[in-house]
C-alpha cells in the first residue's frame, strides 16, 4: 500500500490550531466572559464549566436543553454584534 498525501489549501476561516496570528482569541474572550455573567450553564459549586474553549473551538456545556437555548442566543447577539460566524 502506497500512501499518497493529500494537500488543499484553506482559503477561508481561522487556520487549523488557530495560532496567536488568527485574532480568534481576542473575538471571543468577551463571550467567553459574557457566559458566566448570564450564570447560564452547568457550575461545579462556584466554579462556570459552561464553555469550554481550546484553539478555534468552543463547547457549551448546559444542564437543560432550556439552559442550552439561552447560551445559544447570547452567542447569536455575540456573532451578531462583531460579524462573526459559527459553524454547528
Given at each position: ?12 476561516g ?6 496567536v496570528k488568527?485574532?480568534f482569541?481576542?473575538?471571543t ?13 452547568c457550575?461545579?459549586?462556584?466554579q462556570y464549566v ?10 457549551l ?7 442550552l ?5 447570547i452567542?447569536?447577539?455575540?456573532a451578531d454584534n462583531?460579524?462573526i460566524?459559527?459553524?454547528?
Amino acid at each position: 500500500m502506497v500512501f499518497i498525501p493529500i494537500i488543499f489549501a484553506a482559503t477561508n476561516g481561522v487556520k487549523p490550531g488557530g495560532g496567536v496570528k488568527s485574532g480568534f482569541c481576542v473575538y471571543t474572550d468577551d463571550l467567553l466572559i459574557s457566559l458566566p455573567e448570564a450564570k447560564v450553564g452547568c457550575f461545579i459549586g462556584f466554579q462556570y464549566v459552561g464553555a469550554f474553549a481550546y484553539a478555534d473551538d468552543i463547547e457549551l456545556v448546559a444542564p437543560t436543553a432550556s439552559a442550552l437555548r439561552k447560551m445559544l442566543m447570547i452567542c447569536d447577539e455575540y456573532a451578531d454584534n462583531f460579524c462573526i460566524l459559527f459553524n454547528a
